[in-house]
């Protein structure tokens, strides 16, 4: 049974109210009453002025919830600690002092709520129902954008409205495609998040002013037939940048833009952290010029920022990568407190995730409650980086084990074992203190060592054709490289960090807000409840 709760006024007090009202009728203090009315009504009005924000900032770490950013906070901090020499000596062995400080500017936000995502369909969602959430405050099925259940209605996105009743310049910055569902979750209105072509059509009816990120995916159709979007962009008034210099040189002045990482990698989205090359353009200089293309004294701004790779990691299973697309989402964070610092009273900036992924766990049943998350360092080179332009190569040649192993080594850390082969009982028996097997150290046990080499002759096996994989081999692997994955997997658990899935997760997601309006995200609420904040705080219906 449910409940309601009425507010009700006194009928004295409304009858004082209305001998009050008769009283002054055609008195000589009427004038007075309108004044006072007046007033009231223009100390309301500066009052919502104050309280709207004229710049937002909306960041969204697709797969991110608190696993992630603490991990990486911890990551963060350990090699502060062992930078600085935090050390302690206990009974003659000098250990690390963990640092509870915050080392991520998204953390020193002032205001911190919390959002439950499940979608229509799932409480493990997806992007595009979770972003449709976040951008519309409606609920959808796993893999819709902006519609109804019936698929009848469309929703209009709170950028969307900011452009039309607010005149609002508006942003969308991406490290995945632009028209991949998260950022197409604020311009889009479609069944199937895979309709490609049609999000881009409507990324540029959009007229939104600054697109920025990774490529476009299916620019001439799912069959390649059609008009390639790019085309229609610039026949639509885009000036469509695909060139790092191109991007540093634009201007406010060159009006609607849609800016292409130069360096695109894996499925035409810009590369992973990890993998960026000095001087190569990452999250927040698209971040920075879109500041500076956006600004403006007149009506404001609305950004859009997703960190899309940390989601695209996390499915691999790869924390190193994780880390390293969170630091720079954070980055980019950075550079939206740099503008607020210039517009403190104008200024809102969130950070949330559209869901989990991965089931990421800071803690592992082979360390007990140790975690050497340094030993993260070691890695060089992201799972599709290895994939690319390492294993790929291994399968063509059938290279040698032991060769395969050097490069290991020299990437990712891991060490094979010193020769002193453990006995067959031993691989076979359960230790019941498994720490003393992993003490932090990258020298592989002779267990690890055999899981490798086993995934190394997996990888071997696969053709890349298949389609499904029996029970035992998919939560080994999953649909990855078996070695990749597995190599992942040992230098994730030696450091003390382990995922339960490849896929996302029902975990509820941060809010970190920071300034105009901040408290009202307070508390635990739905992910719909933060496309209700914001319009409540713009004025947008």
Request: aromatic fraction near 10%.
């Amino acid at each position: 049974m449910k409940y309601m709760k009425k507010k009700m006024l006194s009928l004295g007090i409304i009858t004082a109210v209305l001998a009050g009202t008769l009283s002054c009728t055609g008195c000589s203090g009427s004038g007075s009453t309108a004044s006072v009315s007046d007033e009231t009504e223009q100390t309301e009005t500066a009052e919502a002025a104050e309280n709207t924000p004229k710049y937002i900032f909306l960041f969204i770490g697709d797969g991110m919830s608190y696993p992630q950013i603490q991990l990486t906070n911890y990551f963060v901090s350990a090699n502060d600690s062992a930078e600085k020499g935090k050390t302690v000596n206990v009974e003659g062995e000098e250990t690390d002092v963990l640092q509870s400080e915050s080392h991520l500017t998204m953390m020193d936000f002032e205001t911190a709520g919390s959002a439950q995502t499940y979608d229509s369909t799932s409480f493990a969602p997806d992007s595009a129902s979770t972003a449709t959430s976040i951008a519309t405050g409606n609920k959808t099925w796993s893999g819709s954008i902006n519609v109804s259940l019936d698929y009848s209605e469309k929703y209009e996105t709170i950028a969307e409205k900011l452009k039309a009743q607010k005149d609002y310049k508006i942003g969308v910055v991406s490290s995945v495609n632009l028209n991949h569902a998260t950022p197409a979750a604020f311009y889009a209105h479609q069944k199937s998040r895979n309709s490609y072509y049609d999000i881009g059509l409507e990324l540029i009816d959009s007229g939104f002013d600054y697109f920025a990120g990774g490529g476009l995916l299916k620019p001439t159709g799912a069959d390649e037939d059609q008009e390639n979007l790019y085309t229609l962009a610039e026949e639509a008034g885009y000036k469509v940048l695909t060139t790092q210099a191109e991007a540093e040189a634009l201007t406010a002045d060159d009006g609607k833009a849609i800016v292409i990482d130069e360096h695109l990698a894996d499925s035409s989205a810009m590369a992973y952290d990890i993998d960026r090359e000095e001087g190569q353009w990452g999250l927040s200089d698209y971040v920075e010029k879109g500041i500076e293309v956006l600004d403006n004294d007149d009506t404001g701004f609305f950004m859009m920022v997703e960190g899309g790779k940390i989601d695209w990691a996390c499915h691999a299973n790869d924390a190193a990568t994780v880390i390293q697309d969170t630091i720079a989402l954070d980055e980019a964070v950075a550079k939206a407190v740099d503008f607020y610092n210039s517009h403190p009273d104008e200024t809102l900036i969130l950070v949330t995730g559209d869901h989990e992924t991965g089931g990421l766990t800071i803690g592992f049943e082979g360390t007990d409650y140790d975690t050497f998350l340094t030993n993260f360092n070691n890695q060089k080179v992201s799972f599709t980086n290895f994939d690319d332009n390492y294993v790929a190569g291994y399968k063509e040649n059938k290279t040698d084990f032991d060769a395969v192993m050097a490069d290991v080594t020299e990437l990712f850390g891991l060490v094979p074992p010193d020769g002193s082969a453990a006995s067959a009982s031993q691989k076979d028996s359960v230790d019941l203190h498994p720490e003393s097997d992993n003490d932090g150290t990258l020298v592989m046990t002779e267990y690890e060592y055999g899981k490798l080499k086993a995934a190394y002759e997996e990888t071997l096996s696969r053709t890349g054709d298949e389609e499904e994989f029996e029970q035992q081999e998919y939560e080994l692997y999953g649909s990855y490289e078996p070695l990749t994955v597995t190599v992942n997997h040992i230098l994730n658990n030696k450091s003390g960090v382990s995922f339960s899935s490849y896929a996302h997760t029902g975990l509820p997601v941060e809010v970190l807000v920071k300034g105009v309006g901040a408290e009202d995200f307070q508390g635990f609420y739905d992910n719909t409840d933060i496309y209700k904040k914001m319009a409540q705080l713009t004025g947008v219906i």
